[in-house]
């Protein structure tokens, strides 16, 4: 069965500082990741998926992860954290057909961005 | 793009009342999801569809049943409210290919007192 861990439920930075939130999952299969972002009181929007092509994914606002099937681990960071940066987030793992396919979420991490 | 539709965003109501929620998409997605999310446990899978007519359980199915009569809409029921069930609702939907991205919708907020 899959399942993901977030290491860390809260995460305080300070704006102008790298971002590093981290993920490890488990799989009997070469599964597919993603990264979503919940702003408060928004709906979830994704900021990247790993679908095994290149394994540093590019997402949106400047974020980015990395995977990495050694650690079984898909971190996502951003070399500059902004004030709007400031949300829940949450990795979630789907295993491909033969697996399960159902996308399994994370609890989520709470960024915090400090002025 | 791609627009997922819950009916309510707030909603109140008693124990053991029958609780409807809905949830359209209007793209023509095959899978359809209900997850519920609460504090400190992410969002948690409680049943899903992948055709009409289709669906199976995800991890918290207890307590709940859903509907799907046709492809754009899926609703979830709550047969007798409970207090430990309140809780974010939200719904999804997605493209039947494989690891296709959740569209969501903005999530419906339930109380049951």
């Known amino acids: 069965a899959q399942s993901v861990t977030q290491l860390d439920s809260h995460v305080s930075v300070s704006e102008g500082t790298p971002v590093l939130l981290r993920c490890n999952y488990s799989?009997?299969?070469?599964?597919?990741l993603f990264w979503y972002v919940q702003h408060p009181n928004k709906g979830l929007q994704l900021l990247l998926k790993y679908t095994s092509a290149a394994t540093l994914v590019k997402g949106i606002n400047g974020f980015e992860a990395e995977f990495k099937k050694s650690e079984t681990s898909f971190h996502l960071t951003k070399p500059s954290a902004h004030m709007s940066d400031a949300a829940e987030y949450f990795c979630v793992v789907s295993d491909p057909p033969g697996g399960s396919y159902i996308p399994t979420f994370g609890r989520g991490t709470s960024l915090i961005v400090h002025p | 793009d791609v627009k997922v539709t819950q009916s309510s965003r707030y909603l109140v109501k008693r124990t053991g009342e029958k609780v409807f929620l809905e949830c359209v998409q209007d793209m023509d997605h095959e899978n359809m999801f209900w997850y519920r999310q609460d504090p400190g446990l992410g969002l948690r899978l409680i049943y899903f569809?992948?055709?009409?007519?289709?669906?199976e359980k995800g991890d918290i199915p207890e307590g709940y049943s859903v509907s799907r009569e046709k492809k754009e809409r899926f609703s979830l029921i709550l047969e007798s409210a409970s207090t430990n069930q309140t809780s974010m609702y939200l719904c999804?939907?997605?493209?039947?290919?494989?690891?296709?991205?959740?569209?969501f919708g903005s999530g419906t907020q339930l109380s049951v007192l």
């Open positions: 999804a939907s997605s493209l039947v290919q494989l690891n296709e991205k959740l569209f």
């Open positions: 799989s009997s299969y070469s599964p597919s």
């Open positions: 569809s992948y055709d009409v007519k289709m669906k």
